[in-house]
C-alpha cells in the first residue's frame, strides 16, 4: 500500500556525477575540433578571426596580422590542381581587372588554381576577405599607387619581381601560367599547352603570321625577340627554372634609371634571357589563338578572318587604367558591370582615383 511514487526523469536534479560528464564531453569535443581543425587545408582554420565577405571591414591592424604569415608554399599547396597554378601580381588599383580577368577564367573552369600575388596589404585582405587563401603577399609590400604608373620605378618594382615569385613556384614543384590582368579569357589555354615544351609564351608582335607558323623562338629583331612576357606557362623542368634564372640575372643587370623609364625592364630581360639559354625546348603559342592587343583590337579584317580561335586577348598596345578600361568596354570584353557574380570575388565597386598603367 503505499508504494512511493516516483518523481518524474524531468524534474530530477543533475547529480554531480551527471553535470561532470557533460562537461567532459564538452571538452573532449572541443578538444577534437582543436585537432582537427587545423589539420584542413583550408586557410580558414589557419586565422581564425576571419570574417565573412558580408561583416565589415576590420581595422589595419587585423588586414596586416591576419595573412602575413601566410607562406607561398601554403598558398600554392592550398590552390594547386594537378600540379599547376595560375598566377598573376596585382597591387590595389588594378582590382576591378584582376575581378574581370577571374569572371573570363571561372567561365573556363580553372579559377580554383588561381593564385594572386598581392603587391600590398590593401589587395591580400580585400582578396582573402571575399576568397580566403586565394592571394598571398611575398614582403616587401610595394606602394600601391606608384605600381602601376607606367614606366616609373614603381612599375619597374612590381615587374621586375614577376621572374623571382615564378621561379619560387616552380621550386616548390609546380607548373605555373602566369598572366598580366589586363588580359581575357575567351576559350580554355590548357589544350594548347599539353606537349612537354620547357616554355610557352605568346608573341607580341602586330605583323601576322600564317596559321601554321613555326612554334619555336621567332626570328629575332636587333639580336633580340619580341616575346611577351605577359603570358607564359612554365612546367617544373630545369630548363625552364634555368630560364627564370636567367631572367632574374638580367633584370638585375639593367637597373631603372631616369633615363630609362620608358622601358618596361622585365620584357627585353626576358627576351634576352631566350636568346642566352640553349639547354631550353620553347613553343611560341598560335597568334590567332593569342593574339597581342595591337593586332586584336586594331585590325578587324585579321579579328573576322580568325574569328572562333581566339583564346586569352592582351588589352596592351595601350596605356593606362582608363584607356585599357575603355576599349574593354567598346569591345565587349569588359564584363564585371553585368556578369560580378561569376566572379569569386562578387560585386567590387571601381576603384574612385586616378589610376595609371
Known amino acids: ?6 518523481r518524474p526523469i524531468s524534474n530530477r536534479p543533475i547529480s554531480f556525477l551527471n553535470r561532470n560528464g557533460l562537461f567532459l564531453l564538452l571538452l573532449a569535443l572541443l578538444v577534437l575540433l582543436g585537432v582537427c581543425l587545423p589539420l584542413s587545408e583550408f586557410p580558414l582554420f589557419m586565422f581564425p578571426n576571419r570574417t565573412s565577405a558580408s561583416s565589415p571591414p576590420p581595422s589595419p591592424s587585423f588586414v596586416v596580422s591576419d595573412w602575413r604569415d601566410y607562406t607561398l608554399a601554403q598558398a600554392a599547396k592550398f590552390v594547386a590542381k594537378n600540379g599547376t597554378v595560375i598566377v598573376c601580381a596585382v597591387s590595389y588599383p588594378f582590382l576591378p581587372f584582376l575581378n574581370n580577368w577571374l569572371i573570363s577564367i571561372s567561365r573556363q573552369k580553372h579559377h580554383e588554381k588561381v593564385l594572386v600575388i598581392a ?3 590593401a589587395l591580400l585582405y580585400k582578396v582573402n576577405e571575399r576568397w580566403p587563401g586565394h592571394a598571398v603577399l611575398i614582403p616587401p609590400a610595394l606602394d600601391p599607387k606608384a605600381a602601376h604608373h607606367f614606366g616609373s620605378q614603381g612599375f619597374y618594382n612590381l615587374t621586375s619581381r614577376r621572374p623571382q615569385h615564378l621561379l619560387d613556384i616552380l621550386e616548390l614543384g609546380y607548373n605555373v601560367m602566369y598572366n598580366d590582368v589586363d588580359m581575357v579569357w575567351l576559350q580554355d589555354p590548357f589544350k594548347y599547352l599539353q606537349g612537354s615544351q620547357d616554355v610557352y609564351f605568346m608573341d607580341d608582335m602586330t605583323a601576322i603570321k600564317p596559321l601554321n607558323h613555326s612554334h619555336g623562338l621567332p626570328p629575332s629583331r ?10 607564359i606557362f ?3 623542368t630545369s630548363g625552364a627554372k634555368l630560364l627564370l634564372k636567367k631572367w632574374v640575372e638580367e633584370i638585375r643587370a639593367q637597373p631603372w634609371s631616369n633615363t630609362e623609364a620608358k622601358k618596361p625592364h ?8 631566350l636568346h642566352k639559354i640553349t639547354q631550353i625546348d620553347v613553343y611560341l603559342l598560335p597568334q590567332s ?4 592587343g595591337g593586332l586584336y583590337f586594331k585590325n578587324q579584317k585579321w579579328v573576322n578572318e580568325t574569328n572562333g580561335k581566339h583564346v586569352i586577348v592582351h588589352n596592351n598596345y595601350i596605356v593606362g587604367y582608363k584607356n585599357k578600361l575603355k576599349r574593354f568596354q567598346d569591345f565587349g570584353l569588359w564584363l564585371v558591370d553585368d556578369h560580378s557574380h561569376e566572379s569569386p570575388l562578387g560585386k567590387i565597386e571601381l576603384v574612385q582615383e586616378e589610376n595609371n598603367e
Open 222 to 231: 636587333n639580336g633580340v625577340t619580341y616575346v611577351c612576357s605577359c603570358m
Open 289 to 292: 589563338a593569342f593574339p597581342s
Open 234 to 236: 612554365l612546367r617544373c
Open 266 to 273: 622585365d620584357q627585353p630581360a626576358f627576351n634576352r634571357a
Open 119 to 121: 603587391e600590398d596589404y
Open 1 to 6: 500500500m503505499g508504494q512511493q511514487q516516483q
